[in-house]
């Protein structure tokens, strides 16, 4: 899957091929985080857009027969008619909001991504790879369920009876009405977007979002409670400082904060791996859970003070920066996902940044995909190093681990990782040097030159602090 993104911000035409893992590096206003808010704008349009219009023949043998199926390729036609121009232009006043630009800024804008493989290949694999399917309660002895047929292709749609209609087991009697055809056109959507790359995003942002968490959700309470009045001065503040409001990254972030406490009510997909999660408790230090107070804002507590209780505006910067990551492995992750992290190393210690690197490469091992930008050097590093670690024998394999002290789950194959540098006008792949990693430019010659300075420096001050004959003969 390769993104494409023209004239947004200071980025004037680069492409990015997404691996399992992928880092980007570069210097300060290169264009990093607007690349990042692009690719999440466009995967979340794109899932924002699913689309299918049943055929009146469909419609029919489903109310006829309880059960209509649907090509694969039906599906993938239906899905690329949003490539067209009227995509393209509709799109353009959608980037200007998701980036919180005024739409003149987007009008030459493009995003876009091509597929390595054809998008009929895709979603093919994607249906076949497992019978995910999707259930609705229609009414209460019947419900909807929309998956894959395992006998072909296609995705069938099929109303089922709950339990058997009597002792006999006869069938449910049809014709169906068409508001239950209705129920389907509602459920197909979810079923489709369950195969689509989804972007979740964690900013350079959450820091404060962590720290006003408790502000954010009183606020938003005052506005749902707010009458007509309060609510029009409301607006004519906002229209007076012609506020535009924030990018969707951010928007998603405090949405998190808003809700924090219904998310922590579901199960990650993640959180069925004991292992990273015995490592992501290594790198927070501990464990976090919303609060009974009315704020059910989110509580800190310390693996080694295990009875004490924080508040977030009590903890280091390094626990607030944690909080979303933590909650996204353990009560928002899904499959088919892409974690998008901005400055991962944001208020953490070297050693951190080397425990947030294992981290991720557990994460990629279990599946999920995830792109970073950084400007680490010590995160950059870690991940060449268990790279480098990573052996097809055995034998070499146990001794690289043992030498770095660290699991299987937390090497990484050269292939599955890709680095990129990037400048305003371009965007460089690294190549893997074998046995090393990646050589990344903009941090190797920056050490260089403040090692040369520093050694030369202190040459210096060593030769001030001599005697002069020193250097002459003895």
């Given at each position: 899957?390769?993104?494409t993104?023209?004239?947004?911000g ?7 091929k ?11 206003n290169?264009?990093?985080?607007y ?7 466009l ?6 857009r ?8 469909d ?5 006829n ?10 599906i993938?036609?239906?899905y ?8 393209k232009?509709s799109?353009s ?20 991504l ?6 009929n290949?895709?979603?093919s ?7 995910r ?11 909807l ?6 006998n072909?292709?296609n995705?069938?749609?099929?109303y089922l ?7 006999q087991?006869a ?9 239950a055809?209705e ?5 197909f959507?979810?079923f489709?977007?369950?195969?689509l790359?989804?972007?979740f995003?964690i900013?350079?942002e959450?820091n ?17 409670d707010?009458g007509?009045?309060?609510f029009e001065?409301?607006q004519?503040v906002?229209?007076k ?7 969707l990254?951010i928007?998603?972030e405090?949405e998190?904060a ?5 998310i922590?009510q579901r ?17 927070t230090?501990?464990s976090?859970s ?5 704020s059910g804002w ?5 693996t080694?003070?295990s009875?004490k ?15 979303e990551?933590?909650?996204?492995i353990r009560?928002m992750s ?8 901005d400055?991962?190393e944001l ?8 425990k ?6 557990r994460?990629v091992?279990a599946?999920t ?13 870690e991940?060449?190093s268990?790279i ?10 146990r001794?690289?681990?043992k030498?770095?002290q660290c699991?299987q789950?937390?090497?990484m194959?050269s292939?599955d990782v ?5 400048t305003?006008?371009s965007i460089t ?9 990646y050589?990344?430019k903009?941090f ?5 030159r ?8 202190r ?6 602090g ?9």
């Open positions: 899957m390769t993104f993104v023209k004239n947004v200071p980025i004037k035409d680069i492409s990015i997404l691996n399992k893992l992928t880092m980007l590096c570069g210097k300060n290169s264009g990093k985080t690349l990042l808010y692009a690719m999440h704008s995967l979340s349009y794109i899932r924002r699913v689309t299918y219009e049943f055929s009146d023949a419609k029919e043998n489903f109310c027969t309880g059960r209509c199926s649907i090509s694969v390729k039906d993938v036609q239906s690329a008619s949003m490539f067209n121009e009227g995509f232009i799109y006043e959608v980037l200007a909001r998701d980036l919180a630009l005024p739409k003149s800024k987007t009008q030459s804008s493009e995003v876009f091509s597929l390595d493989k054809g998008m290949e895709v979603i694999e994607l249906i076949s790879s497992e019978s399917s999707v259930r609705g309660r229609y009414t209460k002895d019947f419900r369920c929309i998956g894959h047929d395992e072909s292709e995705v069938v749609c099929e009876p709950q339990q058997t209609m009597d002792s087991g069938d449910p009697l049809f014709p169906l009405q068409k508001s055809f129920a389907v056109e509602w459920l959507p979810i489709v977007q369950r195969f790359l989804r972007p995003i900013t350079c959450r404060g979002v962590a720290m006003f968490g408790a502000e954010l959700r009183l606020f938003n309470s005052y506005i749902f707010a007509n009045v309060e001065r409301l004519k906002k229209q400082f012609e506020f535009k409001g924030y990018p990254p928007r998603r405090l998190f808003m809700n924090v406490r219904d922590e199960t990650g997909a993640l959180a069925k791996n004991d292992a990273l999660l015995i490592s992501l408790a290594g790198l230090g501990g976090y919303t609060s009974d107070d009315m989110v509580r800190f507590i310390p080694e003070e009875q209780s924080l508040v977030i505006s009590e903890c280091s910067s390094s626990v607030r920066s944690l909080v990551l933590d909650y996204y009560h899904g499959k088919n996902d892409l974690l998008i992290i400055e991962p208020d953490l210690h070297p050693s951190n940044q080397r947030f690197a294992r981290l991720i490469a994460i091992n599946g995909r995830v792109l970073v930008a950084t400007h680490s050097d010590h995160f950059a590093r991940i060449n268990l480098a670690a990573y052996s097809e024998r055995d034998d070499i394999r001794r690289n681990m030498i770095l699991n789950d937390e090497l194959s292939n890709s680095c990129y540098v990037i305003r006008d792949p690294m190549e893997i040097e074998p046995g090393f990693g050589p990344i903009s190797d010659d920056d050490i260089q403040f090692n040369d300075a520093y050694n030369e420096l040459s210096s001050i060593v030769h001030d001599e005697p002069e004959d020193c250097y002459g003969e003895s």
